[in-house]
């Protein structure tokens, strides 16, 4: 009879042993599939927060990256500025031709009417005007536009009279074309 007791003893324990290993392992993958989700998930959104800061429009601006361009567009902005707004009484057809090669659009426009004006009393009153870019920054360039803000010192003298030295702030945009820079665009600040 010893013997039958002993049998249905070790049946349960076995029992007993099995019931919990499987039960256990439906938790470690249940664990797993969630810590998998979580790291994919997580993946995920820093993916789309490295696209999103790559694609921000002060990325895109290549005047915080692109230091030659940069240079390259104040340079050609500046030097171009200095030379349309710099006229003597019987010099003032160097800058119209230089008004010609270096403005486009609406800033040819403008320069145009604002000269024909000028044109009237440069030559009965003497004017001299020397204009010299003090200061270009470029506000964003993007491929081959750019807005600029540029700081002039214009120096003007009619007749014999003393010279007047006169500041000027511009908002410039720009386009560049046949391997230059040209101005379409001029606004006073």
Do not use: C, K
């Not at 919990?20 to 470690?28: K, L």
């Not at 486009?104 to 004017?127: C, H, K, N």
């Amino acid at each position: 009879m010893t013997a039958t007791r002993t049998a249905p003893e070790t049946e349960p324990a076995a029992t007993e042993e099995a019931g919990p290993a499987p039960r256990a392992s439906r938790w470690r993958t249940a664990a797993l599939a969630t810590a998998l989700t979580a790291l994919l998930l997580g993946g995920s959104a820093f993916f789309y927060g490295a696209h999103q800061l790559r694609t921000t429009p002060s990325a895109r601006n290549q005047a915080l990256t692109d230091t030659a361009a940069t240079t390259r567009v104040g340079g050609d902005v500046g030097e171009g500025l200095a030379r349309i707004f710099s006229y003597t009484p019987t010099g003032s057809d160097a800058a119209e031709r230089s008004a010609g090669t270096v403005l486009a659009g609406r800033a040819a426009r403008q320069y145009t009417e604002l000269f024909a004006q000028v044109r009237e009393s440069l030559v009965a009153q003497r004017i001299t005007l020397s204009t010299q870019a003090v200061r270009t920054g470029v506000i964003e360039l993007d491929g081959d536009g750019a807005r600029l803000l540029v700081f002039l010192d214009q120096v003007s003298r009619r007749g014999e009279g003393a010279p007047t030295t006169v500041a000027a702030q511009l908002t410039v945009t720009a386009r560049f074309q046949d391997d230059r820079w040209v101005i379409t665009d001029l606004r006073t600040r």
